[in-house]
């Protein structure tokens, strides 16, 4: 049975697990939960049936529906071994992971589009105001995960191969491009970042190559 | 070599940690970072070269201070196999990742002091509005946790013992009742609770027991 992705092309929380995805070579069938403001399909009576969170991604398992980006990513780890997601030293399992939840935890849920909502609505932000609140806490994660990381002598951060460290940085990076964050500070994961655009699974998966038309 | 913890007794990330290593029977050494807002020892120089993040909990490995709860969740796990902080079922170790998630990823961030201080220095949020946001982000989160909690047949939320799910969720629920966030729409998750303030594992690893004289 192939595997259902609740997904939206622009969501930095799918594009991790359609990463994975690629990098597993597990076929999957996409389901858009269209996100934008005009649509707000997430928050349809349908979907909020199907999943009460209300957020995108989200996969269906034996007739469930569960979203969470990162337990997914675990369980994908799980079902499909090879290649692994992870470093196979505990220590940089361990720093790998915590590399991944800087972003997943102290970044990207700051920036999520109903906290801006919220802003905007309920505490009179501005444009600016909203921009800047977005650049302070992606440049806050990156300037820790900057210091955090060694001088490259591998392609990527852990290795030979990325992990779950590159896919959670990718999303957040295309996320901080999009909203034209300044990144001149970050020199090691800007190069990291650059590594993971030559590789075909994180080309497949990016929001550019599942658009749809 | 005793496991040296960064830690704090009020911080609910902290507190999750503790109540994992209390679990599995660990020793450790508690190093207090002293978050109080007249202090923010998590904000000196020193912690700041120790860790960059600048936050806690973090733990000393190999004589490097690595942040992010969860991340360390799962090192203790695979470090200290037994007993599992997880279910035995893939679907359920899904499942559980997954409502530990929700809390770590879509409430807990949200409200952070580092988020409240922002809002009220940066958005002029007076004390009621900061009591609103609080509230929200702990309602919506635990208003999609217990639509997906089923009627519980096992003391726990995935059976005779806890997991990480209530890992996580015990901790939140203390930051709910200290910011008197209301809990009456919640009472699976309250009953989840009850149950564990009666494990020793949750008894040993809570603030009032561990707050410093």
Known sequence: MVLKLYDYWRSSASYRLRIALEMKGVAYESIEVDLHPDVRAHQSDAYRRLNPQMRVPAIEVDGEVIGQSMAIMEWIDETWPEPSLFPADSVARLKARAFANTIACDVHPLNNPSVLK??????????????????????????????????????????????????????????ARRFEVDLSEFPRLVTVDAACQNHAAFQAASPEAVKPA
């Open 118 to 175: 919220i802003l905007k609505d309920d505490f009179g932000a501005n444009k600016a105001a909203l921009s800047g609140w977005y650049a302070d806490w992606i440049t806050r994660g990156f300037a820790a995960l900057e210091a955090q990381t060694p001088a490259l002598e591998t392609p990527f951060l852990f290795g030979d191969e990325p992990t779950i460290a590159e896919i959670c940085l990718v999303p957040q990076v295309y996320n």
